[in-house]
């Protein structure tokens, strides 16, 4: 079970986080969590019912909150008003995003750290297991959420934070170098070479880890998901789907394109970006971390779906981030008050949203800003096909064998079929 703890290392290379970059999580756990769970769900509806909120009589003392830098700029106004309204001083402590879920897994059972933290809803597998947090009883507010928000911060059946934003990758679109969008991903590669660039197609890449987070809706559209999902919708890790034949059909397409020169590990991150910024290519498959930058070099983007290269839908993982509450908090009443009356609001979604370039959470301003900026509006449409970020611990046992045999099989070091085929047996053992 020691290969859990690597869920995070290459996540946290691809989706984006509380400092606009990346999010993920990693695991190691003590199973704790039902009992916390049971104890504040009391507590939790009443806050969710509003019975907090009117007065200082419901709740008392003070909240801590751990955010990073851009989310601290909004909460630092919500606290103001909250304190107005309920006499409760809140404390807003700036954290590095990415050390946030470490600190606060450590610092919780010791009866440390704050009552309220801000995260990425795949960090739940390793809270829930390790006993820190406590869930969020959105009552009747959840249906003010998008609902792959809400599910994403659902984890076997409890809700464990109130979301805030949702992001996933997308295909940009020069709009001077391919005036359409493509239908599918040979069409792609068709107009990529039609245009003349250098290069037809972009995706940052490791040369020794590929990027699985970013090719993975390649690998959906030959129906072939990292897991299946149990009854209820929940990802189940004893059915690893991406070792059946959609899986290896992928595995074939990954070295034709590897042979072809199509994906090349040698473009990381920042050389793809880069080069799209200077026109070499028609087309960039990233998230909307890298918008403002095309933008600001004089590209014309535009954002489209992701083109399937198999024969079903192309799926990129969502991430979602939220706050979630510590297990440990004395004053949980007062703490779901503050997400659910306050941070749940629409003006301090919008808020969040404007601060950190993500769509919100909240449906009424979600579709505000898919009204005010066709960006959004077109991570946003894509979003629609996304499936969230598994946040299971069993994660963790995926990662990097996964990365390092897309590398080798783009590489061509092996019978792409039969790289994956050790890959997944690797997995299935190590998830043993």
């Known amino acids: 079970m020691t290969a859990l703890l690597g869920l995070g290392a290459l996540a946290l290379t691809s989706c984006g986080s509380g400092d606009d970059s990346a999010d993920a999580g990693s695991a190691e756990s003590a199973d704790t969590a039902s ?13 969710a019912e509003g019975e907090a909120g009117e007065s200082g009589e419901a709740a008392s003392g003070s909240l801590t909150i751990w955010a990073d830098a851009n989310r601290a700029e909004v909460l630092n106004e919500v606290a103001e008003d909250f304190e107005t309204d309920t006499g409760i001083a809140v404390e ?40 820190v947090v406590a869930p969020v009883e959105l009552g009747d507010t959840a249906e003010d959420f998008e609902q792959i928000a809400v599910d994403a911060w659902t ?26 969008a493509p239908a599918d991903f040979d069409e ?76 090349n590990l040698n473009i990381d991150g ?7 910024n200077d026109g070499n290519s028609p087309f960039f498959l990233t998230g909307p971390w890298n918008v403002d930058g095309a933008q600001e070099a004089g590209i014309d983007v535009a954002v489209d779906p992701i083109p399937a290269a198999g024969d079903q839908d192309a799926q990129p993982f969502a991430g979602v981030q939220g706050f979630f509450l510590s297990a440990q908090s004395e004053n949980v009443v007062a ?3 503050f997400l659910i009356n306050y941070v749940g609001t629409a003006e301090v979604q919008t808020a969040l949203y404007e601060t950190g370039g993500r769509a919100p959470a909240l449906t009424e301003s979600f579709e505000q800003a898919l009204r005010e900026d066709e960006i959004v509006a077109g991570f946003g449409e894509v979003g629609t096909e996304a499936v969230p970020m598994p946040a299971i611990p069993e994660m963790g046992a995926v990662w990097d064998d996964w990365g390092s045999s ?27």
């Open 35 to 47: 009992t916390d769970a049971e104890s504040t769900d009391t507590e939790s509806t009443d806050a």
């Open 406 to 432: 897309q590398a080798a099989i783009i590489k061509g070091d092996g019978d792409p079929v039969d790289l994956w085929q050790t890959m997944s047996e690797d997995i299935a053992s190590a998830i043993d």
């Open 335 to 337: 703490a779901s008050n």
């Open 270 to 276: 920042d050389l793809a970006q880069e080069s799209f």
């Open 92 to 131: 807003i402590v700036q954290q590095d995003f990415e050390e946030i879920r470490d600190q606060f897994v450590s610092q919780v059972p010791t009866g440390e750290g704050p009552d309220i933290a801000v995260g990425a809803h795949d960090w739940l597998g390793v809270l829930v297991n390790n006993g």
């Open 188 to 263: 792609m590669i068709q107009m990529g070479e039609e245009a003349g660039t250098e290069y037809p197609f972009l995706v940052g890449l490791d040369p020794n880890e590929s990027d699985p987070y970013h090719l993975y809706p390649f690998q959906t559209s030959f129906g072939a998901p990292v897991f299946g999902t149990a009854e209820d919708g929940s990802y189940d890790s004893s059915q690893l789907a991406m070792a059946d034949a959609g899986g290896e059909e992928f595995a074939s397409w990954l070295a034709e394109q590897g042979e072809a020169g199509v994906l």
């Open 155 to 180: 984890y076997e059946g409890q809700t464990y934070g109130l979301p805030y934003s949702i992001e996933n990758i997308a295909l940009l679109r020069n709009t001077e170098l391919a005036p359409e």
